[in-house]
């Protein structure tokens, strides 16, 4: 009998969420676990890491081809430090990240620190995949991905990755989808961000990031942002080079 | 007379830091500046935001021509906050972030809070410029840069930038520069990249993070990761479009 493969999984909602443990119940017939996400909430962290204080751990959860930490740290921390402390001499075989509350698709990607987990996978050297759904609700309905994320995660590991490349893999908030697209990333737009307030005992202003994304070309039926809008899985094949290669010979004339 | 240019700075060590300040000496001469920076060190935020709490600024410094607030968020936090809040009627002509106190180029780039800021700037139709130099000494001596800022930050002004699309660029330690070179990002790891320590009082296992950074390709000559190595100022155009464009046609046979 073959060996069920080894999958480290994290996220950006917390390691309470029910994403991840919806992702936890769905993988762990199929598959060995590690699990190690942050304490509580981070969204909005992207890739960050973290330098100036030190992390620390906490084991939740242990049962056979299962074992749960809460960290400290950013979703990157947590894969950094399950790589470096917790994997033991077994290399994961794929990082997956998720399910994540809420859109992660085009520029909500650049912010999501449920792809600072998968980056750091892939940073790694190993197969990486963010799962999100179109639903901020923290308990949202996530049964409908079921049988996409059993084939999602075993075709990854299958094919494996080129380096510094990753998946981002989000699910329209829907009890049935048309289909997988393979997309590129939307360019949309965050407006109206700042919403006033005061707080009560000084009267102190205080400012809180809100708003409202604006797709900047609805009409191109390549990006994810469209492929959810209409009913689709989309999944966005992502790197973490972010040379603008198009530029390169216009500055070097220009310099 | 035509109108000095206006400048929106920030940075990722915060507003007390050598490199922001050495910034705005060498800019206020010669332009209008709004400086919005971080209270305290930011670094490795990369581009997050702070979603969970409400962010509060505080004046520092005013006179003809500048202004200068530190702010509780991150580096994003601060552009966003000037933006939408500071600005006044005026749209800023660039947004300049640093000057980083330590290297960006390759795969710093990723983790970096200095790049947070600039790519802030663009999604918000900005041209904007992270300046840092390969040097974390709180007192790096910044003044090398000084006649190679003034002349980029004109030439930013002057070219504009494609939507999307900053520059990162990166300074090594030395006293005089072989001169400018065009790169892309080097492919770069982190290893070694957790220190175990225990607390003082309770003797609990924590854990700093901390590494070093590994060259990939060492004998490529257009990475910025080896113009730095060799003397040259880096310039790297960047973009916040992550699609990994190479990998659609093959993942759209494989799904």
Known sequence: MTQKPYILISNDDGVAAKGINYLIETLHP?????????????????????????????????????????????????????????????????????INHGDNSSINAHY???MGAAFEGVLHGIPSVAFSICDHNPDADFRPMHDYIIDLVFKSIT?????????????????????????RMGSTQWVNEIARARRPLTKQP???????????????????????????????PTTVDNTAYELIDVLKKLM
């Open 159 to 183: 094919m494996g990755m080129p380096r510094n490349t990753c998946l981002n893999i989000n699910f329209p908030k829907a009890d049935n989808f048309k289909g997988v697209r393979v997309c």
């Open 112 to 114: 999501s620190g449920t």
């Open 206 to 236: 205080v400012f809180w990031l809100t708003g409202e994304r604006v797709d900047l070309e609805p009409e191109a039926d390549d990006t994810d942002a469209w492929a959810l809008s209409h009913g689709y899985v989309a999944i966005t």
């Open 30 to 98: 199929v598959a060995d676990l590690l699990v190690v996400a942050p304490d509580s909430a981070r969204s909005g962290y992207g890739c960050a890491i973290t330098t100036n204080v030190p992390l620390t751990i906490q084991p939740v959860r242990s049962e056979r081809g299962l074992k749960v930490y809460s960290c400290t740290g950013t979703p990157a921390d947590c894969v950094k430090l399950a790589l470096f402390q917790l994997v033991g001499n077994r290399q994961p075989d794929l990082v997956v990240s998720g």
